[in-house]
């Protein structure tokens, strides 16, 4: 089984709300990614996970807070977006963080007004 | 820093045509990877490339790496209108704060047309 999950599949939040995005996997990976993409461009790296610590933050604003409650759940907390936040987030994991395939999940298609 | 420069960025392909997208990078890398997506999709990854000389087929798709040369092509044979999509080359960092992090490069968009 090579699937991550994401919830939910789209979003539209208001820039005083509080939102959340969720990633799953059961594939054992140890490391586990957020990513940001915007139209016709490439994935942008927010966060790496390994092994349940923050082991890169791609200086990413505050207003977005990654949360690894266990191995398999990525979360990333939203509050006081702009529109220019407005994307695709992917969630993506992989065996370790070492070069290893990043498989990627289906993302989550947020838009902020 | 790595950066990585896919060409060409835009590709309008004939069925049945022949094509190549050439992917450079900047600084030594042991792993590079393409990725295929599709328009309002997540990344399905169609390979990986390990060490210099690597070659590896999926239909028809074939990829191959030179790191000596810092370059990965990605060759289409016979397109058909199933391969149109968004291709990705994405390259590992090797070293430095941002070790094991990918670089991807602009993307190629690719549309196979009758």
């Known amino acids: 089984d090579t699937e991550v999950t994401q919830t939910p599949k789209h979003l539209v939040m208001g820039m005083t709300n509080k939102k959340s995005l969720k990633c799953e996997q059961h594939m054992g990976h140890r490391a586990m990614y957020w990513y940001k993409q915007k139209a016709k461009k490439p994935p942008e790296l927010m966060f790496v996970y390994s092994y349940e610590k923050l082991s890169i933050n791609e200086s990413v604003p505050s207003r977005f807070s990654p949360e690894c409650p266990n191995s398999s759940l990525l979360n990333l907390h939203l509050h006081a977006l702009q529109p220019e936040d407005s994307a695709l987030y992917l969630c993506?994991?992989?065996?370790?963080?070492?070069?290893?395939?990043?498989?990627f999940g289906p993302g989550t298609r947020l838009t902020v007004l | 820093e790595l950066k990585v420069e896919q060409n060409p960025l835009f590709l309008s392909m004939q069925e049945g045509k022949n094509y190549t997208i050439y992917c450079n990078y900047s600084t030594t890398s042991d792993r590079l990877y393409w990725y295929r997506q599709d328009p309002g999709k997540s990344l399905e990854s169609l390979f990986v490339?390990?060490?210099?000389?690597a070659v590896k087929q999926e239909g028809r798709l074939m990829a191959s790496l030179d790191t000596k040369a810092r370059l990965s092509t990605l060759h289409i044979t016979a397109a058909v209108h199933d391969l149109s999509a968004t291709y990705f080359c994405a390259v590992v960092n090797a070293g430095g704060t941002s070790y094991g992090k990918l670089t991807f490069g602009q993307g190629t968009i690719l549309t196979v047309h009758p």
């Open positions: 490339l390990l060490s210099n000389g």
């Open positions: 993506a994991s992989s065996q370790d963080q070492v070069g290893d395939t990043q498989y």
